[in-house]
């Protein structure tokens, strides 16, 4: 089955996001008043074993599981959506203390209330699809 | 520390504590690294739009009008961390955990919301008794349709711009990033102590 890595891969982000407390409303408030590097901590070395493994990928040509080049597709240049979206985000972030991740996580270990978080997510996913041309990008 | 020596307990609590920032954030890129060797690209906003999609809004709304099918991978990995989620609650925490600065606490009180101890989301947000508050609620779904909003206008959230963006060195991902928190720091600066 396909679908078994798939399953045990999320399954493990889903421990560790929640072992990190990276889905707790607590951090990301610490987070935002600067009360705590816990969370930074966390990004950074994301990003740099993210970074590290990319350059690993391109200089030695790894192919996936398939046997295809690993190709991460460019994001569309542009700087107003990015400035404006990332800043209504980031509202949304730190009033609700979950991005779409934690939010299935939290719904998933039991935390029903964040259910009316994920009602929210989709009905402004669909706000956005609404609008989207009427929006400068 | 010599785990040839360590009792079967002492194990369990190095699990059930809060993990070390340095080694949840290197799995974190591990996630990402491994989805990109199964041929994917890691993020979790994407799945918000495949649920409209699933709707069939896709007939009114071009957007929504896309394969999405070739998004249900995403949904397994979701549907793990669902699982991961419940298993890491019920099974693999203590009251230790979610020790945040003691300041934050300080300030959480005057915001009259509760501290953690132990738990990690926080009663006055998403205890049973917000169901009894019109506002809460609106809070909360409130939150949600900015993060939505937010996300797809951007064109990713945290794990799409955040980690798998900024490791592929993309400069709209920086400019995105800094948006998330910009918004961030108005929220908790300004606008919560307004709100509780």
Redesign the interface.
């Known amino acids: 089955m396909k679908?078994i890595?798939?399953?045990?891969?999320?399954?493990?982000?889903?421990?560790?996001?929640?072992?990190?407390?990276?889905?707790?409303?607590?951090?990301?408030?610490?987070?935002?008043?600067f009360?705590?590097?816990?969370?930074y901590?966390?990004?950074?070395?994301?990003?740099?074993?993210?970074?590290i493994?990319?350059q690993v990928?391109k200089r030695y040509e790894?192919n996936?599981?398939?046997g295809?080049p690993?190709v991460?597709?460019?994001?569309?240049?542009?700087?107003t959506?990015?400035?404006?979206?990332?800043?209504?985000?980031?509202?949304?972030?730190?009033?609700?203390?979950?991005?779409?991740?934690p939010?299935?996580?939290?719904?998933?270990?039991?935390?029903l209330?964040?259910g009316?978080?994920?009602?929210?997510?989709?009905?402004?996913?669909?706000?956005?699809?609404?609008f989207?041309d009427k929006?400068p990008h | 520390m010599n785990f040839y020596f360590c009792e079967k307990s002492t194990i369990m609590e190095i699990v059930t504590h809060t993990w070390h920032w340095a080694i949840s954030g290197f799995l974190i890129g591990m996630v990402m690294l491994l989805l990109n060797y199964f041929g994917k690209v890691f993020g979790m906003s994407s799945n918000l739009r495949a649920l409209c999609s699933m709707t069939g809004v896709g007939k009114s709304v071009p957007f929504f009008d896309w394969d999405w099918k070739s998004q249900r991978w995403n949904f397994v990995v979701v549907l793990g961390a669902m699982l991961g989620g419940y298993t890491a609650v019920h099974f693999l925490s203590d009251v230790s955990n979610v020790a945040i600065n003691t300041k934050t606490i300080e300030q959480l009180a005057t915001l009259h919301i509760d501290a953690p101890n132990g738990k990690l989301l926080p009663d006055a947000l998403f205890g049973n008794e917000i169901y009894r508050s019109p506002k809460m609620i609106l809070i909360l779904i409130l939150g949600g349709i900015l993060i939505g909003f937010g996300s797809r206008y951007a064109g990713g959230c945290t794990s799409g711009h955040a980690i798998s963006g900024m490791s592929n060195l993309q400069l709209p991902s920086l400019k995105a990033v800094i948006g998330f928190f910009v918004g961030g720091l108005i929220m908790a600066h300004f606008i919560l102590p307004l709100i509780f």
């Not at chain 1, 045990?8 to 607590?26: N, P, Q, R």
């Not at chain 1, 991460?72 to 700087?79: A, Q, T, V």
């Not at chain 1, 009316?116 to 609404?130: M, P």
């Open positions: 679908a890595k798939y399953i045990v891969v999320g399954f493990f982000f889903g421990i560790v996001l929640t072992k990190c407390e990276a889905v707790s409303w607590y951090r990301i408030y610490e987070m935002f008043l009360q705590s590097f816990h969370m901590g966390i990004i950074m070395v994301a990003i740099l074993t993210g970074t493994g990319l990928i790894i996936d599981i398939k295809n690993i991460i597709p460019d994001k569309e240049k542009g700087s959506r990015y400035w404006i979206g990332g800043l209504l985000f980031g509202l949304g972030w730190a009033l609700v203390g979950a991005c779409p991740g939010i299935f996580i939290l719904i998933g270990a039991g935390f209330s964040v009316l978080i994920l009602i929210g997510a989709v009905l402004g996913t669909f706000i956005y699809g609404v989207k929006l």
